[in-house]
Structures are given as C-alpha cells and as structure tokens.
C-alpha cells in the first residue's frame, strides 16, 4: 500500500512523539553526519556534510550481504538485500553499482547508531530484521517501501524530519524536482542520498571494482567483500577523484579498510 503524505507525517510523530521538532532542534548539533572509519576518506571533512545531497551508484539487481555472508532475514534475491546476486564464485564483479546497496545500508547504520533519525524510502524488499542484521539502529529508522505516486512531495515531507532520508528516485523524475528537494534538503540541514542518478548531487559514490571472498570451486561460504569505491563531485576536494579499497562487509559484517581486515583463506577441499 502507497504511503500519502499524512501517513509519513503520522509515522514522524508516531517514531517518537514531537519527531519532527527533536530533528529539527538537533540539526545544529553537528554539521556533519558520522560514518564508519573506512568509509571517511570519500567525504570531505569525513563525513555526511548536512544539507548535501549525495548519489550512489546503485546497480539494479545489487543485493547486500548480512554478517558472515548470511543473507538477511526475509529478504529475496535481487532486493536490496540478501545474497549477492550473478557474481562469479570468488572473482570479481565488474558490473557498475555492484556493492551500492552494501554502502548504503553501512551509511544507515552508522549514522542511526550515533543518534541521528534515518528513513530509507523505496526499498520494498528490506524489512525490519534485515535492517537490524546489518547493524541499523531500528528506535531511530523507519521504512517507507511505496511512497506513493507523487514521490517528490513524499521525500520532501520526510526531509523535513529526518537527519538522514534515503530514496530511490523515479526514473522520470524532473530535474526541477530534483533540485527543489536537493534546496529543501539544504533548507533543514538534512543529509539526501540517492540511489542512483541524481542531478547537482555534491558527492558521488561509484562501486566500481567488488570481489567475494570465502567462496571456492563448490564449496565454501561467503566471508567478506573486498570493494573498491570511487568518489567524485563538487564536494571533492577541488574536484578530485577520491577512492578508498574496502572490505564491506568484513568477516564480522561491518566496513573496514582493506589492510585492517583479515579473511582467512579457504581452505582445500579434502
């Protein structure tokens, strides 16, 4: 069922009551929303600047990795979340986007776990048990899987709320759209992250080298991802390339940098 503007208002008051005063109080507490250690070297002044809007390239049948390779609770293939889906046992994944949605979740997490209030719309295949699995802070995260047909009015009702507001954009979103939000986003000092293209974003995210790790000819259980990630955009220092080499997940489900993990090999089938 697609969720109207009240039902999102509703579900502010109803996340705690007076939601959407506690995040607009809070916006001048920091003007940068935290993230993992691994992930800082992307974001200028290693964070989520507040006010910003920031693309991820996402690709369409991208599927994150709970803790251990399990595939979260409930959650089918080709959604965002669960097991990964079409990547070569062991090798690497070339395809664009492929570890975006594993991004994503990561943002969330570490962001809800310092306090701040999160909304990721247009997901309909998370569910709550996948979003605690991957470490979100489920008292300070709400799903709205079908915005409804005016998409653009429903986000923009949501980042007047909310510290964090994820969403997938419409394919035939207007560019005016866009930028209208991207202007309500820096209005209310609220963090937008698009999942996939978005017109004026500051800093653009790009998986753009993945590889499993735990898996071997048959046999073996998915441990760790290795992933490369490119960041470019306005917000980059002088419009400079920024990329970072990442386990994400590592064995224990959470980012780290490459040379502060260690996945053991796999052994030889007996």
Known sequence: MSATVADLRALLERAQPGAVRVATETQATS????????????????GLRRGTAVEIGVREDAVPVGPRGRRPSGSPSGSLSGSPSGSPSGGYDERPGAGGCSLVLALLAEASAAGSWCVLVGAPGLGLAAAAEVGI???????????????????GALLDGFDLVVARPPADLAPAEARALTARARHHGTVLVSLGPWPGAQVR??????????????????????????ATGRGTAGGRTRS?????PAADGTPAALEAAFVPPVEAAG
């Open 205 to 230: 995210l790009t998986p753009v080298h993945s590889r499993w790790e735990g898996l071997g000819n048959g046999h073996g259980r998915l441990s760790a991802r290795r992933l490369r990630v490119s």
């Open 31 to 46: 003007g940068v929303l935290p993230v993992a250690a691994a992930l800082r070297p992307l974001f200028p002044g290693g």
């Open 244 to 248: 970072a080499e990442l386990w994400l």
């Open 137 to 155: 802070d489920l008292s300070r995260f709400a799903l709205v899987p079908a915005p409804g047909q005016n998409w653009a009015r429903a986000v």
